[in-house]
């Protein structure tokens, strides 16, 4: 299957390794090995991202503007075809390469808090190298991304017109998300807060996507597909809803779900050391908050995806986006009942 592309890249089939790579969800992976050399080759995911142009556009702007302004920043630039081209159109899909990084290696969960800082070290280097580019130059991949206005009006729509089963099923998490509305009516105050501003933003800041050399010290961010012009509570919101609790979405047993203090101090150490100058105060002050915004906005995607009969994430069983729902909502309670604590922490740095 891949013997065209490879071909693009002046590779052949036979002489080189293919693996598969990685456990992402959205696109397929591989490591390849040509030449002793190593690469990484991808097939966009084109139902997610209808315009991979358009992430090509963006990672050779970003990388343009770096290697410019910061050429010492490791920035993982895509290998170009032997025509010149980024991205390779096949009739099995599209796919784009970059060369493997030497010595590095990622995580899929943040097991350490010095893992948690090095990984909010690099997101907030990233934006802010960024900070003189402009951001509104982004192609928008996903639209709406993280509009949680948006992701809440989907899930009001679809209880008129989801699975009449699933919505009474899903009747004691629906009254949980009503009562979190408030979450929704801050966001709205952000988006027209002046002090709130468009930056450069990863908008999926999971540890999976930071490189890290073999003493754990984090290289680079990786996996620009969703990098669009944003509020920096998406990247430090993703960080604390994925690195705070040591189980993911995926468990069902909530006794499972708490909240490690120790990670939250250190992403708010390692995204202040590179960012605190940058964020105004009112954004200093949003630091918990922007916990609460992506937790909350996860848990209502899940919840609305399982009353729309399970069309985007998909279902491994029945009722598991109900099941992934009442995770996140479980963890959104917990991480408001330690506010007090949190809240201290990021408010002190």
């Given at each position: 299957m891949?013997?065209?592309?490879?071909?693009?890249?002046?590779?052949k089939?036979?002489?080189?390794?293919?693996?598969?790579?990685?456990?992402?969800?959205?696109?397929?992976?591989?490591?390849?090995?040509?030449?002793?050399?190593?690469?990484?080759?991808?097939?966009?995911n084109?139902?997610?991202f209808?315009?991979?142009?358009?992430?090509?556009?963006?990672v050779?702007?970003?990388?343009a503007?770096?290697?410019?302004?910061?050429?010492?920043?490791?920035?993982v630039?895509?290998?170009?075809?032997?025509?010149?081209?980024?991205?390779?159109h096949?009739?099995?899909?599209?796919?784009?390469?970059?060369?493997?990084?030497?010595f590095?290696h990622?995580?899929?969960v943040?097991?350490?808090?010095?893992?948690?800082?090095?990984?909010?070290?690099?997101?907030?280097?990233?934006?802010?190298?960024?900070?003189?580019?402009?951001?509104?130059?982004?192609?928008?991949?996903?639209?709406?991304?993280?509009?949680?206005?948006?992701r809440y009006?989907?899930?009001?729509?679809?209880?008129k017109?989801?699975?009449?089963?699933?919505?009474?099923?899903?009747?004691?998490?629906?009254l949980?998300?009503f009562?979190?509305?408030?979450?929704?009516?801050?966001?709205?105050?952000?988006?027209?807060n002046?002090?709130?501003r468009t930056?450069?933003?990863?908008?999926?800041?999971k540890i999976?996507?930071?490189?890290?050399?073999?003493?754990?010290?984090?290289?680079?961010?990786?996996d620009?597909?969703?990098?669009l012009?944003g509020?920096?509570?998406?990247d430090?919101g993703?960080?604390?809803?994925?690195?705070?609790?040591?189980?993911s979405?995926e468990?069902n047993?909530?006794?499972k779900?708490?909240?490690?203090?120790?990670?939250?101090?250190?992403?708010?150490m390692?995204?202040?050391?590179e960012?605190?100058?940058?964020?105004?105060?009112?954004e200093k002050?949003?630091?918990?908050y922007?916990?609460?915004?992506?937790?909350?906005?996860?848990?209502?995607?899940?919840?609305?995806?399982?009353?729309?009969?399970d069309?985007?994430?998909?279902?491994?069983y029945?009722?598991?986006?109900?099941?992934r729902a009442?995770?996140q909502?479980?963890?959104?309670?917990?991480?408001?009942?330690?506010?007090?604590?949190l809240?201290?922490?990021?408010?002190?740095l």
């Amino acid at each position: 299957m891949l013997e065209n592309v490879l071909a693009a890249y002046g590779m052949k089939a036979g002489s080189t390794s293919i693996q598969p790579y990685g456990n992402g969800l959205i696109n397929n992976t591989w490591k390849l090995i040509s030449d002793n050399r190593g690469f990484i080759l991808q097939k966009v995911n084109t139902n997610v991202f209808k315009s991979p142009g358009d992430i090509a556009f963006n990672v050779n702007a970003i990388g343009a503007y770096l290697k410019d302004h910061w050429p010492d920043y490791h920035f993982v630039h895509p290998v170009i075809t032997s025509d010149g081209q980024y991205l390779v159109h096949d009739e099995s899909g599209v796919f784009r390469m970059f060369p493997f990084v030497p010595f590095s290696h990622t995580k899929n969960v943040a097991e350490k808090p010095q893992q948690a800082y090095e990984a909010a070290l690099q997101f907030g280097r990233f934006t802010c190298l960024l900070s003189g580019f402009n951001a509104t130059l982004l192609k928008v991949t996903i639209p709406s991304f993280h509009d949680l206005s948006l992701r809440y009006e989907n899930f009001v729509v679809m209880l008129k017109k989801g699975n009449v089963e699933r919505i009474a099923a899903a009747n004691h998490l629906i009254l949980t998300a009503f009562k979190y509305k408030n979450i929704v009516d801050v966001y709205e105050s952000i988006k027209i807060n002046p002090d709130f501003r468009t930056r450069v933003t990863h908008h999926d800041t999971k540890i999976s996507n930071v490189l890290f050399d073999n003493n754990d010290n984090g290289i680079c961010v990786i996996d620009l597909d969703t990098t669009l012009p944003g509020y920096f509570i998406s990247d430090v919101g993703d960080m604390l809803r994925t690195y705070i609790c040591p189980v993911s979405e995926e468990e069902n047993d909530y006794d499972k779900i708490c909240i490690r203090p120790e990670f939250y101090e250190a992403i708010v150490m390692g995204y202040y050391a590179e960012m605190k100058s940058e964020l105004t105060l009112s954004e200093k002050n949003s630091f918990f908050y922007a916990g609460s915004f992506m937790i909350y906005m996860q848990a209502i995607r899940f919840l609305t995806d399982y009353l729309d009969d399970d069309r985007y994430y998909g279902a491994k069983y029945e009722g598991h986006n109900l099941t992934r729902a009442g995770n996140q909502f479980v963890l959104l309670q917990k991480y408001l009942d330690a506010e007090n604590k949190l809240a201290y922490i990021s408010a002190n740095l």
